[in-house]
């Protein structure tokens, strides 16, 4: 039961790509924010964050199934929400709505554009897929439109809850931007195939672009954003060190990937270039940072069992790939 409810959803799909990072620049924008947030203050910007894009995420992958219905099954792909009613799908993406606007009236009803910036979101996300207006079958501007209604959402959100410095708020902007575009690329490009056959017109099948090339290029100007957002602790030791560590892990990374899953590095969901970074150290280091700035040592145990949990389950998620290079037959390099 759990499982089809995690499939119904598509939890899998999004709780580890998405919720991480948006969590991060919460934190991130907590530590920068002048003056510092109360405990009050931040345990409620936590807690509203954390619940909202739970209910938002899941409403955008249920609705865009909602709203494909017909064609994944004229595609012959397989999915729960086609073994259930299409009238329960449909109380189960207005309750999801109403309640995320119940948890912007909760935590900030002395902040009604919350709520406001909250309900664009859902329309901002609803376009890509619902019928009559499908902006994913409208190549460059879909995929724009895709990336901004899937990443930058929450930094419109969080700009109205917390202070947030215009040079940060910008460099995030076009980091989740640049990420969001890089994810939707090779979702079209996955999917390019059952897309054809249904006659769904996307960026990747109208167009034969030099996409290796774009996703190299998207990297670099992540990286270098990256350095601006950093730089005062980038080039310390401690960061000296992480950049050695996390480089490393790259590189195992690519081996994993390349030779036991048998995947592309740049191609497949195994794990997109700093998708690591983004959904497994940022997350846990701000958390751990933030937690022993302010002795929140629940958020420093949250993140631990976010580190944990992947152990336990033995899953390849990318911060397990030197455990499965460690408990993996040597026989599957060759």
């Known amino acids: 039961m759990l499982k089809k409810i995690i499939n119904y959803y598509r939890i899998d799909e999004w709780y580890s790509s998405k919720i991480p990072l948006a969590m991060a620049m919460l934190l991130y924008a907590c530590r920068d924010a002048d003056p510092t947030l109360s405990d009050q203050q931040f345990l409620s910007s936590f807690l509203f964050f954390f619940l909202f894009w739970v209910c938002f995420f899941a409403f955008n992958y249920l609705f865009n199934d909602y709203a494909d219905l017909e064609k994944d099954r004229e595609a012959g792909k397989v999915k729960v929400i086609q073994s259930v009613p299409p009238k329960v799908t449909l109380l189960n993406l207005c309750l999801l709505l109403i309640i995320s606007i119940v948890l912007c009236l909760v935590f900030f009803l ?145 081996i994993f990937i390349k030779k036991v899953l048998h995947q592309s590095y740049m191609f497949s969901f195994a794990n997109l270039p700093l998708e690591d970074l983004y959904n497994v150290f940022l997350p846990i280091i701000l958390s751990v940072t933030y937690g022993l700035e302010h002795g929140y040592w629940w958020l420093i145990a949250a993140a631990l069992v976010y580190l944990c949990i992947p152990i336990v389950q033995k899953t390849a998620m990318p911060m397990m790939c030197l455990f499965k290079l460690i408990t993996t037959d040597i026989s599957l390099f060759k």
């Not at 460099?171 to 006659?199: A, P, S, T």
């Not at 190299?216 to 990286?223: A, G, Q, R, T, Y």
């Open 110 to 254: 002395d902040r009604p554009l919350v709520a406001v910036v909250a309900v664009f979101s859902y329309l901002l996300g609803m376009a890509y897929s619902a019928k009559g207006i499908r902006l994913k079958e409208f190549g460059v501007i879909g995929v724009i439109e895709c990336s901004f209604a899937q990443r930058n959402t929450p930094i419109l959100i969080l700009l109205v809850m917390v202070p947030v410095k215009p040079i940060a708020a910008i460099c995030w902007m076009c980091i989740v931007f640049i990420n969001g575009l890089r994810y939707i690329l090779v979702h079209q490009l996955l999917d390019k195939e059952n897309d054809k056959k249904v006659g769904i017109q996307t960026l990747v099948t109208s167009h034969d672009l030099p996409y290796k090339q774009l996703i190299v290029i998207f990297w670099v100007i992540e990286l270098v954003l990256l350095v601006v957002l950093f730089k005062g602790t980038l080039f310390t030791a401690a960061g000296l060190i992480f950049v050695t560590v996390y480089a490393l892990f790259c590189l195992l990374n690519h």
